[in-house]
């Protein structure tokens, strides 16, 4: 599935930008960092036996089917070598190079995206008992987009070891946390454009 162009270079590639120049060495100012991580960072909104709900959770994108072991693989070699000078570092070159490179684009499953679950509180109860969920996005002072989709929880497997690994390669690796971090991953149905723009206001662009 190819993403909206509008939202792909906003939550992609206006992404990859920030990773890139991070990745670089270069001191991004905070001000710009913050205001770029809202790409990262959606509100997950859900309804079961919790109550409406809603929750802000990191996600990220998904490598195709026959870039997955690769990137997994890619990510575990440098988890393994454990916590140490240069880690993060280390590891936003590795995302760099296998999620947001100039030709990453092409290695991505964009009909995706996964996220963890970290608190198992009001969402994890939601999303067990109604996979319906949408995330909605929002850079200060105008520009937000929605998505909506259903989930699949993943407690094991490729997806699983995919998510904690992309969360660990940057932050201080926990495995031994990762059999109590379940992953989602979001089955994209539709997204809209709910920018205070001419465009937006909840424009359906997929």
């Known amino acids: 599935m190819d993403l909206p162009r509008r939202f792909f270079e906003w939550a992609y590639e206006g992404r990859a930008e920030m990773v890139r120049r991070m990745a670089s060495g270069e001191k991004v100012p905070p001000e710009q960092l913050f205001l770029g991580f809202t790409r990262h960072c959606p509100v997950f909104v859900s309804n079961g036996p919790a109550g409406l709900n809603g929750a802000v959770k990191?996600?990220?994108?998904?490598p195709r089917d026959e870039c997955l072991q690769e990137t997994i693989e890619a990510y575990l070699a440098h988890i393994d070598l454990g916590w140490r000078d240069g880690y993060s570092q280390a590891g936003l070159e590795?995302?760099?190079?296998?999620?947001?490179g100039p030709e990453c684009a092409?290695?991505?499953?964009?009909?995706?995206?996964?996220?963890?679950?970290?608190?198992?509180?009001?969402?994890?109860?939601?999303?067990?008992?109604?996979?319906?969920?949408?995330?909605?996005?929002?850079?200060?002072?105008?520009?937000?987009?929605?998505?909506?989709?259903?989930?699949?929880?993943?407690?094991?497997?490729?997806?699983?070891?995919?998510?904690?690994?992309?969360?660990?390669v940057y932050h201080?690796?926990?495995?031994?946390?990762?059999?109590?971090?379940?992953?989602?991953?979001?089955?994209?149905?539709?997204?809209y454009d709910n920018s205070a723009s001419r465009e937006g206001f909840g424009a359906r662009l997929l």
């Open 94 to 100: 590795l995302l760099a190079k296998h999620v947001w």
């Open 172 to 191: 201080r690796p926990s495995p031994e946390r990762w059999p109590s971090r379940p992953a989602y991953l979001v089955r994209i149905k539709e997204i």
């Open 58 to 62: 990191g996600v990220g994108f998904i």
């Open 106 to 168: 092409a290695r991505l499953d964009f009909s995706l995206l996964g996220s963890l679950e970290l608190a198992k509180r009001h969402t994890w109860d939601n999303l067990r008992e109604n996979p319906a969920v949408t995330l909605c996005y929002f850079q200060p002072p105008g520009v937000s987009f929605e998505v909506r989709g259903t989930v699949e929880i993943h407690g094991e497997g490729p997806y699983h070891t995919l998510l904690n690994a992309q969360h660990d």
